[in-house]
């Protein structure tokens, strides 16, 4: 066994992005544990996962259970939605010591994003991390930066489809290049996920806060696919317009966009016929995540005095359709 298959490694979350990486893993070679709970953990107990990917279909067995039946991880991926990540932290520290490598694997904003930083801590953002509860349970010397393309949707419990090639993109908050960051670059590519070290990482999430935040509530509020999206001229005007709006924000901050703006926009027509997360949740009756996706953004312009009144009307209309107070017609 080599050293990089004797980690210990466990996903924390069996929602779509967490059951496609828990099973790519496993069927890498992989001993992964997974973190469930309710009709997920039951499922893959008696099931294993099953995944739908681009490369078929797929069965992967997993040991699945609660933080407390695992011990210390060595690698401990955080895939639940962003606004469950500081309960889900907590249930896990059992799991986590000084060594532990934490990869957060979530959407929006995140709360290390002033962390790391000439070596000091920076502000707390009180859209993803209300008091500081989660800064203050994993230090930010223990986080991998990350961002994730997978276009993922659970189809049931421990049952997962993907249509799209999967890329993650990764990188230390310092954005130094260091062992640890190559080893867990390593374990992804070899279970088929297209995985880069980003020179910048908060450009890469930067970017992935745009595609989000200028896609998810539009469709979320329209019941639009991504290609519906980005391939109507009113939609893709609002999407454009956002767009224009998140720009001096990611400047104001000391980053920049990967892409230019006109190939994110071709980008997300291409994904076709996929629901964002955020229409899932929806038609589901979820609580959608807008905290970390919409109004962290809102709350850093406003920091900067920076007016952004498309992305924060689309916002308001969204967290109205959450709300659940429409009225059916008659």
Known sequence: MSKLESKRICIAGAGAIGLTLAARLSLAGFDIYVVARGESLQAIRENGIRLTDTEGEHSANVTVGAAKDFGVQDILFLCPKSHDVGDLVQSLMPMITPETLVVPVI???????????NGADGRAIESVDPGGKIRSMLPSAQIIGTTAMITAERLRPGRARTQN?????LGELDDRHTRRLAEVEEILKRSGIATRTAPRIRDAVWTKVARNMISNPVTAI???TLGQNFGNRYLAGVSNQMLMEIIPVIEAYGSKLELDPSIIMASGRSLGDVRTSMLQDLQKGHRLELAAICDAVLELARLRSIEMPVTAAITALAHFLESGERVAAA
């Open 165 to 169: 090639p999967l890329h993650m993109t």
């Open 107 to 117: 959407n929006g904003i995140p709360w290390w994003l002033f962390d790391g930083i």
């Open 222 to 224: 329209t019941g639009a």
